[in-house]
């Protein structure tokens, strides 16, 4: 999987088609990723005894890897990600702009 916890990222198709967020967490077992402001669901939650009322809660769900891709840091627009030699170091980079990604 080449999206990272911390990656700026943009759904490419779906319901959220178009939105941006960072990326809180990734689960390449699952192939998904959990970014912050996509796919937020209301999850009822039943009383306890450290909220006695209960609530309704958001939780933010996990999306398939495919519908995202990485923000290019030059152009601000979707891109591939590739991987290139520095030194001894592999480096992640932009396929669009050629920019090095951290």
């Given amino acids: 999987m080449k999206i990272k916890t911390g990656d700026k990222v943009i759904v490419i198709s779906g319901e959220f088609k178009g939105k941006t967020g960072k990326v809180i967490k990734a689960l390449p077992k699952d192939n998904q990723v959990v970014v912050e402001g996509i796919n937020v669901k209301k999850k ?8 006695p009322k209960g609530s309704v809660k958001d939780i933010t769900c996990p999306i398939y890897v495919s519908k995202v891709a990485l923000v290019d840091p030059k152009t601000g627009k979707a891109t591939k990600v590739g991987y290139k030699m520095e030194g001894d170091k592999k480096v992640r980079f932009a396929k669009k ?3 090095s990604i951290k």
């Fill in 97 to 99: 702009s050629g920019t």
């Fill in 44 to 51: 009822h939650v039943k009383p306890t005894q450290a909220d």
